[in-house]
């Protein structure tokens, strides 16, 4: 827990940006349960829909189409 509480914690990349780069990595690493928790962080740290859209979008440029499908599932985004 110590080393997860100090990479997050503000430094030269400000709380909000953090939450948005964990919303990216949860999304490219496809951890559903991750991505729920790291998106709604983001908006407690001031981050709006579409800025974790955004953040999300480069989780999947990253992750492929199973990164897609694995945020709008988590997300609860219905597609189609």
Do not use: Q, W
Not at 18 to 24: G, P, Q, R, Y
Not at 39 to 47: E, Y
């Amino acid at each position: 827990k110590g080393y997860m509480a100090a990479v997050n914690a503000p430094g030269a990349i400000d709380a909000r940006h953090k939450k948005l780069i964990n919303v990216a990595l949860a999304v490219a690493v496809k951890c559903e349960p991750c991505v729920k928790i790291h998106a709604r962080a983001a908006r407690v740290a001031g981050a709006g829909e579409v800025e974790i859209a955004e953040a999300a979008a480069l989780g999947i440029a990253f992750g492929g189409a199973s990164a897609a499908m694995a945020y709008t599932r988590a997300r609860g985004i219905v597609v189609g």
